[in-house]
């Protein structure tokens, strides 16, 4: 090694790792190599199963039982972690690097508190109990928690996730490593919080010139924050470089399909089809000749199939694993060219759905938690509503109200095509249940796993549409063949189908009543970009066929932007604003929804200037007086947003919204143009 | 919750729960044999005879009569008489109960030590030879009847190896030591039956808190091995423990009917078991039910101690 | 679509997932041992009457107590019947009485931890109650009140020990069901205007057959531990059987004089045919959670 130049703070050379399942070796990692040098930001981005983590835990010798390096080395500040005995292993620990993951509610010693947790770290230094518990209440400070001397004595359980999280960087920036791995760190929080600590992590790294292992599905996050990208698919670097160079002239085919499925740039389902990528990731450890993303590759050719590619060093510093990278640019679009016919919304027509002072409060007494308060809302044939809002907001209890599997507190009214609906399900006429379906987060959970898909979808069509026989075998195939799904897909159960096609088979069952209204709760955030994609494809040409109405939840702005044509903002249970989705995107909006659209990393790279909110979302059980949003609002007049209720009031045709501001000082009014920063991954 | 409130609700929990139980055994004991008295005296019995024990004991008095009755005479500590010694329940009940405390105090002495012990060695060497040795050992230990493992160590240490006496029986004012003898053998077999368990869910606390996120983060603050499988692994792994091994309580009891008979050891146990085959019901009534508030007092105790050592208890929820 | 063509790898590896499960419980030796051991008593069970070189019932009064020879290979007991053909044969009565005694609890817990799982509320809660203060109580001292009440037979240990086993494996049921429960697809059944039986018996049940399964093996070795010792107490099997734990307790009194022989062997069937059991659901506990 030339002793002139510091060591990378993080080095992987052809690293293979591979995992014991069932008696069977079956690799994750496949000759990775890639070099993080000293202060650097290196993103690692994938899709689930793509071996992220396992980089991590590899890279800090903490796989699992059934894990093993089985060739390659990783170097820290030039020492081979593999080779370590154990005193230096804990000596590099202690000293170099560090590690901050996703739930950081884990992460956490649930019977030892904080301040004891993060003086440990510098007890391990060499701090006696004291002076590490004083450094200890001074990190606590730098990672902004507001009154560190009373969280030194709290337990875990007793701080808010985004409060953990801080705990967790405080831990692992306290000893000023050399290199900090961060493993999803913000996957699960809200967007808000997401956003303070992403800046968190930003300002303390620079101040630091710490060097960071950033992985993340998400790659708008990894745009905002890091300097070099790569990308990994099935265990295997495909592609890496300068972040720049990556999100703007990708040069390998997964990377330029993965960019291409994204809804961004503020699109809408009526400008047409999402790209996709088709196909699904070879399962864990599959043995694999040629290219890894041949079988999904358009590009794909003989030699594709039979020689694995090399890294290939392109100008610019930058690598792709392809055989064919001058081509990737110019991969051709799965999507055909948008014929998607425009809904026509006639809202002279009654409502399909109308919502009228709806609430619900759960509990009682002191501890009342007022989840959803005073909503209401209408909704039309072939429309899509939009429900935004972050934890807390009461989106899922509106839309378990809607279906009848949460009752609505007494005086709300609930209507379906102009006729009153009963609080549960099971009080509701078959006719009324049918108009009314769900698909649900995960289709795991959403399909009964003891059964073949085939009797699944049967007795959908027994109970909802009342089908039986030769009929319903006929509805079954017409219903299999309008979510694009295959006769081979009706024999098996569901957990030999991959996520997407599961979701497909949740489609089926919803659709399989002819619904009128179907609430899709984050349909497909359990689900990889990739998926993601076809799945909106599906669910916009299937309103556009059956003129069907759409609740769609969801926390990613971008989805929801594609698909919806109105939007409800929620906070604490209150609707804040609603309206055209065009008009609460771009603007003139309420202080909230502009926080929630500033908050959204964008791929694009160089997030706009953030509008920070203070402080924490405020527990339901005692929701802030006046405004709710006053204690986290950055453009809170005074006294009267602590001390009246706002009123929604209409500031443009069907576009209302609940803020004391005036309409010209409300944010976007003057810059329509920022609707851009909407876009997302 | 807070504190205070859990342990509240647990009291009142477990006062509901000790009524439901008498209600059983009372239904067990004078409501299921039908009629008592002919229970008593056998098929054979002149029916005037019958009527006459009948009305003696005062079972032909309606049932709320009935329970109230034994209730709340039971609550006062006042047990009835023996049909069989012709003398009140109590005093026996309160000298069994003093000599069952003291053999499940032994047993119980040896075996959390060692059942605890025995469960974070096997999960320290999760996956290896030992873990599979304990595991399956106490696994096959804990379904072997105490019967039989009486008779085995009878067998080996009182019949061939002659290094303990056969019966817990000892003479009047024998001293700790003679005692301790004496209970030895038998208490072996209770904690045979009891080791698996304990060790069981040692073993599971402590694979669950090594393969913890918080147990990486202290791993990767770079303490030392024993720091954190003291500070943060075990007092994690062990809490549950409390609670079952105050439910293993139960089946100690259990044991104590069979070991005691073997044994020939006036405890508990052996007091139910001769008033079953003698059946004498007020004597196996307020036996049982003292089973059972003994059983109930020990789950209660070990619910708070839990809630005591548990910050999410003892702090509640976030505000 | 080509996600079509991809399925059908997806089944291939689903195949194989379930081969090599298979493969790993066959070569857990834990689980052979105890496959073998309980598969030899049952034979014995099934056919052991058939077999014995002497008539188990059959009293020599020459030959009591006498020690291992090559004659009687376990001995005779104190009416000189043959200790080896006894302990034979003696594996019948119990394993006719526990399994029965397994199958009653856990038909009935299995219902009852349905109902109590997929309801909640005041049904649950009440019963839960009971419950606890049934399980407040041994098993053994349930089963002595039990029977000393109704008067012990067969029939009477198979229905107390089932009904004692009631609540038990309710408790694992209503913990899986639970767990089920706040899965969508039970909504989804809801939505679709399911009746509550049908959700519970034909959506939820098949879903929580393994830990049924488990808890079943585990409480057949219970089941087998408390019917030995209530015949050894002499509330279960009622003589003339040759009950392992009958002839045991007929027969200890003895063993200070020497005799081990009378004992020994039956306590050692016992032990294996428990250990047996207990193995079997260890290695099929096991291979469900992989």
Partial sequence: MNVATPPDALAAEGLDVCYRVRGRDRVVLRGLDFRIRRGESF????????????????????????????GGRVLIDGRDVLELDNAELRRLRAHSVAMVYQEPAKALNPSMPIGRQV??????????????????????????????????????????????QRVVIAMAL??????????????????????????LIEQLRREYSTAVLFISHNLGVIAGMCDRVGVLYAGRMVEEGPTRAIFEDPRHPYTVGLLRCLPRRGRSKAQGRLDTIPGQLPPIGAQITGCIFAPRCVLADDLCRAVDPPPVRLSDGRVSACHHHERAPDLPTTAPPARRLAVLVDQAAVPVLSLDHVSKSFGGGAVTVRAVTDVSLELWAGETLGLVGESGSGKTTLARMILGLTGPDAGSELRINGRALASHAFQRHAAHRKSLQIIFQNPDTALNRARLIRRLISRALG????????????????????????????????????????QRVAIALAFAGDPRVVVCDEPTSALDVSVQAAILNLLADLQAERQVSYVFISHDLGVVRYLSDRIAVLYLGRLMEFGPAEAVFSGPHHPYTEALLSAVPSVEGGRPERIALRGEIPSPVRPPSGCVFHTRCPRKIGAICERDVPQLREIAPGHSLRCHLHLDELGGAQAPAAADQASVS | M?????????????????????????????????????????????????????HKLGVDRPLLVQYWDWSSHFVTGDMGRSLVYRQPVGPFLAAALANSLKLAAIAFLLVVPLGIFGGVVAAMNVGRALDRIITVTGLSMTVVPEFVSSIVLILIFGVWLEWLPVSASWREGAGAFTQFRHLLLPAVPLVLVLFGYIARMARAGTVEALDADYTRTAVMKGLPFRTVVWRHVLPNALLPTITVIATQMGYLIGGLVVVETVFHYQGIGSLIYNAAKAKDFPMLESGVLMIGVVYTIATLIADVLYSLLNPRIRFGGRE | MSEVTTASVAVETLRTVRRERLRVILRSPTFLAGAILVGFWILCALVGAAVVPVDPYATDLLHELAPPSAAHWFGTDQLGRDVFSRVIVGARDILTVAPLATLLGTTLGTALGLVTGYFGGIVDETISRLIEAVLALPLIVVALLALVAIGASDSTVVVVIGLVFTPVISRTVRAAVLAERSLDYVSAAELRGEGSLYIMFVEILPNVVPPILVETTVRLGYAIFAVASLSFLGFGIQPPSADWGLTIADNYGLIDGGFWWTVTFPAIAVASLVVGVNLLADGLSKALAE
Wanted: glycine fraction near 10%; charge should be positive; aromatic fraction near 4%.
């Fill in chain 1, 119 to 164: 003086a440990e770290v510098f007890e391990v230094l060499g701090s006696p109990r004291r002076e590490a518990l004083e450094k200890a209440r001074a990190m606590l400070g730098r990672v902004r928690i507001a009154d560190p001397a009373s969280v030194m004595v709290r337990y875990p359980h007793q701080l808010s996730g985004g409060m953990q």
């Fill in chain 1, 463 to 502: 109970k909802l549409a009342g089908l039986a026989g030769a009929e319903r075998l006929e509805r079954l195939h017409a219903l299999i063949a309008l979510v694009r799904l295959g006769e081979r897909h009706l024999d098996v159960r569901p957990r030999q189908l991959s996520g997407g096609l599961k």
């Fill in chain 2, 2 to 54: 807070s504190g205070l409130r859990f342990v509240l609700r647990r009291v009142a929990l477990s006062l509901v729960t000790l009524w439901l139980l008498s209600v059983i055994v009372f239904l067990g004991a004078q409501v299921l044999p039908g009629d008592v008295g002919r229970a008593i005296l056998g098929p054979l019995a002149d029916p005037r005879a019958v009527a006459a024990l009948d």
């Fill in chain 1, 174 to 199: 306290a000893i000023r490593p050399s290199l900090l791995i961060l493993d999803e760190p913000t996957t699960g929080l809200d967007a808000t919080v997401e956003a303070e600590i992403l800046d």
């Fill in chain 1, 43 to 70: 993103g690692l981005v994938g899709e689930s199963g793509c071996g992220k983590s396992t980089v991590a835990l590899a890279a800090t010798r903490y796989l699992p039982r059934n894990g093993r390096v089985s």
